[in-house]
């Protein structure tokens, strides 16, 4: 059978994975997937553009079956480490080749618009790790609706906060705000998102 273009989760990667979950059973702690959304490559495209739910050989079909393959690979690597979710965090922002977004927003959208589906396919719902910067960058003006992780970059606690009460990347609240040092990210939920009815919409808890 040939390989995957997809990367294969490592022996590495699926053990640190195991040993995170198994931390979050055994403190039963609050935990989502986060799945960085990445543009098909070339041969992604060809592999995987011509199979799966949409029909057609348009490159916009194609580019949406391409985007179902890749969340249909990270759901099965969640699955694969015992991860139970009915939510995941998609990334979407501005990457580095090989997995460089196209220049244009309507191809980059479908790819989107595909992974998004294979999610729910897979009784997920999402919401989205992006700035409105680089978001308007890559998908345009496209309104899901979805619940908003936003980062301040090399900030304060209080600056992220802030970012709770920012305007919306595409229409949806804002959830959790992120900032960070030389050593490590830091998160907070946002006020309005923290009883245990409001966390798990957006987490699971052991």
Not at 8 to 26: D, H, I, N, Q, V
Not at 50 to 61: A, D, F, W
Request: charged share 20%.
């Amino acid at each position: 059978m040939p390989q995957s273009p997809f990367r294969r989760l490592s022996a590495a990667a699926g053990s640190l994975a195991l040993a995170r979950t198994a931390l979050a059973k055994e403190h039963h702690v609050w935990t989502a997937p986060y799945a960085f959304m990445t543009y098909p490559t070339a041969k992604q495209l060809k592999r995987y553009g011509s199979s799966g739910p949409y029909v057609g050989t348009s490159l916009t079909t194609r580019l949406r079956n391409a985007g179902h393959a890749e969340a249909m690979f990270n759901v099965a690597s969640m699955k694969k480490v015992d991860l139970e979710a009915s939510f995941t965090w998609v990334d979407v922002e501005c990457s580095r080749s090989p997995a460089k977004w196209s220049s244009s927003r309507k191809h980059n959208k479908a790819a989107l618009d595909g992974a998004l589906r294979a999610y729910r396919d897979s009784g997920l719902t999402y919401g989205f790790y992006a700035s409105i910067d680089p978001w308007q960058h890559l998908i345009g003006n496209a309104r899901y609706q979805a619940p908003e992780w936003r980062t301040v970059g090399p900030a304060k606690k209080s600056t992220a906060l802030a970012k709770c009460r920012t305007k919306s990347t595409q229409g949806g609240h804002v959830v959790l705000a992120q900032w960070w040092n030389a050593k490590s990210d830091f998160d907070v939920v946002c006020p309005g998102f923290r009883t245990d009815e409001q966390m798990g919409t957006s987490f699971h808890r052991y």
